[in-house]
């Protein structure tokens, strides 16, 4: 619609425009909530390559496959190590990964990935489990409200 024809509608019927103008804002709004509502009851699987590498986020609830389909990713590489919170978790993993046929390297625990506690020179990649866990472990339980990452991590 012209710039003009829209001023002149505007003019002569003002009411009306009105209404269409909130009609059409409550509208998309009603489209952004429906979106919004199928990300969040929906599991994020986001990746991003760079180089042919790629970075992946899984994102679901407790119970729904998370760990599995990160040990299932690891196992892509020949040797891939998965960081855990905690030893206890990293055995419970290796022990786990091990029952559904998917061996891989012993993880290691985030404190022994912070301290460099592992041998570099062999790894193909790393993979964090449950890493917001880790991250407020290192907060001292302090609430983490954001956190950024590049697009593309390079490697």
């Known amino acids: 619609m012209s710039s003009l024809y829209s001023d002149a509608l505007e003019k002569e019927y003002p009411q009306e425009c009105q209404e269409i103008r909130a009609n059409e804002r409550e509208k998309t709004i009603n489209e952004i909530k429906h979106k919004i ?6 599991p994020i699987m986001k990746q991003s390559s ?6 992946k986020l899984i994102i679901d609830d407790r119970q729904t496959g998370r760990s599995t389909k990160l040990i299932k990713e ?3 590489y020949r040797y891939a190590i998965i960081v855990c919170p905690t030893h206890i978790r990293a055995k419970i993993l290796f022990d786990y990964a091990k029952d559904i046929g998917y061996p891989i390297p012993l993880p290691i625990s985030f404190e022994e990935f912070v301290e460099g506690r592992f041998f570099g020179r062999n790894i ?8 917001d866990e880790s991250i407020r472990q290192m907060a001292h339980c302090v609430p983490v409200k954001g956190i950024v990452m590049l697009k593309d ?3």
């Open 153 to 155: 991590n390079g490697g």
């Open 74 to 76: 690891c196992s892509k």
């Open 50 to 55: 760079y180089n042919g590498s790629m970075t």
């Open 37 to 42: 509502e199928e990300v969040i009851h929906r």
């Open 124 to 131: 193909d990649a790393f993979f964090f489990d449950d890493l």
